[in-house]
């Protein structure tokens, strides 16, 4: 098992440097090499290491690719969906506005508007070239990602710059700060 350290954004305590890598785009993945495969166990496992994560992208661990791991529905490690070099091919139905959070802006949620539907072409784990179309929290979940993968943090997003609040389900789970 390899747990990987979150980054944090310097809203939730991390450094300049661990704020600017979060705030830079990736390098897209050519290949699956050993390399890849243990990023991608790596974001499998740290998923899965946090009870609330739906979501986890390489740029959090410190990776510097296009690549992200989802599980909305965390029935189990099974359905855990590998996204690698993702595009949106379109966005579509109505706005919805809902809190967000993310490991790495940890402790807090906000609000961030996002469409309902998502239609995507992605590699999967295979390196299989496949598109998905999904709707709702499966859609926001995807999209959270891969705003992630542009260097952007739902923190960057917030609507019509509301607050952040604390988000009390963080707290027990203090040691993803390290």
């Avoid at 098992?1 to 661990?18: C, D, P, R, Y």
């Avoid at 992200?68 to 490690?77: D, H, L, M, Q």
């Avoid at 998502?118 to 299989?128: A, C, H, L, S, V």
């Avoid at 709707?135 to 992630?148: A, K, M, P």
Wanted: aromatic residues 8%.
């Amino acid at each position: 098992m390899a747990v990987k350290t979150i980054l944090q954004s310097k809203i939730s305590g991390g450094n300049e440097h661990e704020d600017s890598f979060l705030h830079s785009s990736v390098h897209h993945v050519d290949s699956i090499t050993a390399e890849i495969q243990q990023i991608i166990t790596d974001l499998k496992d740290t998923l899965w290491a946090y009870p609330f994560s739906v979501g986890l992208s390489a740029p959090q661990i410190g990776q510097p690719y296009a690549i992200s791991v989802i599980n909305p529905t965390r029935e189990s490690r099974e359905q855990d969906q590998i996204i690698i070099n993702p595009k949106i091919i379109e966005l579509s139905g109505k706005k919805d506005r809902k809190r967000e959070s993310c490991m790495s802006v940890w402790g807090e949620m906000g609000e961030v508007e996002r469409r309902d539907k998502i239609k995507i072409e992605y590699r999967d784990e295979k390196f299989d070239l496949k598109q998905m179309e999904c709707s709702g929290f499966t859609s926001r979940v995807i999209q959270h990602e891969l705003d992630h993968l542009d260097g952007i943090l739902y923190s960057d997003k917030l609507f019509r710059n509301s607050p952040l609040q604390h988000a009390n389900f963080f707290d027990e789970y203090s040691i993803i700060k390290g």
